[in-house]
T-cell receptor, first 108, second 114 residues
Framework: GQSLEQPSEVTAVEGAIVQINCTYQ??????LSWYQQHDGGAPTFLSY????GLEETGRFSSFLSRSDSYGYLLLQELQMKDSASYFC?????????FGTGTKLQVIP | AAGVIQSPRHLIKEKRETATLKCYPI?????VYWYQQGPGQDPQFLIS???????DKGSIPDRFSAQQFSDYHSELNMSSLELGDSALYFCASSSRHEANYGYTFGSGTRLTVV
């Protein structure tokens, strides 16, 4: 089976940096993905790490350590529109398994 | 760019009724996935299809079935609906040829069972 743990809620100030951690236990691991979901909306793919290290995409970066079964999503220069739920997700052979999500609230 | 299309957007059914949700994946995507998301919950994997064949099965009740057709669209059939089936149902598609493995989700169907 697969299990993922991430904080349930995080609050950060506009313009700041926030890191959302994710630890996982899984069999059949191909990589770790991150998705953003606004209330009532569909999950939107943000990033994917198959190998250890940091992947940067604009204001968002994602990190993976396979030996530690750990990853994080780093959001820089936070904007109010970044308020959403963020899911880490383990990419298996034929499916993605989502974590329970971190609700990020960005405050002025 | 074309996205994943789901229909209907909203559906209200009574207990014990049947519902059919439709999904049209991105053209040339070879895999379709169905997820169920209850209020405040993470998306739960139901079932997936690769090249029109069922490829994996998750926590899908026996009352539910799904298939993928020759034109690659997929339908999720839900029978004997229960109040607990009320949720957002997402379809997603992906291509094995895309290295980032990212899924593209449709806007979802909000099913309300009354």
């Amino acid at each position: 089976g697969q299990s993922l743990e991430q904080p349930s809620e995080v609050t950060a100030v506009e313009g700041a940096i926030v890191q959302i951690n994710c630890t996982y236990q899984t069999s059949g691991f191909y990589g770790l993905s991150w998705y953003q979901q606004h209330d009532g909306g569909a999950p939107t793919f943000l990033s994917y790490n198959a190998l250890d290290g940091l992947e940067e995409t604009g204001r968002f970066s994602s990190f993976l350590s396979r030996s530690d079964s750990y990853g994080y999503l780093l959001l820089q220069e936070l904007q109010m529109k970044d308020s959403a739920s963020y899911f880490c997700a383990v990419q298996g052979y034929q499916k993605v398994t989502f974590g329970t999500g971190t609700k990020l609230q960005v405050i002025p | 760019a074309a996205g994943v299309i789901q229909s209907p957007r909203h559906l209200i059914k009574e207990k014990r009724e049947t519902a059919t949700l439709k999904c049209y994946p991105i053209p040339r995507h070879d895999t379709v996935y169905w997820y169920q998301q209850g209020p405040g919950q993470d998306p739960q994997f139901l079932i997936s299809f690769y090249e029109k064949m069922q490829s994996d099965k998750g926590s899908i009740p026996d009352r539910f079935s799904a298939q993928q057709f020759s034109d690659y669209h997929s339908e999720l059939n839900m029978s004997s609906l229960e109040l607990g089936d009320s949720a957002l149902y997402f379809c997603a598609s992906s291509s094995r040829h895309e290295a980032n493995y990212g899924y593209t989700f449709g806007s979802g169907t909000r099913l309300t069972v009354v």
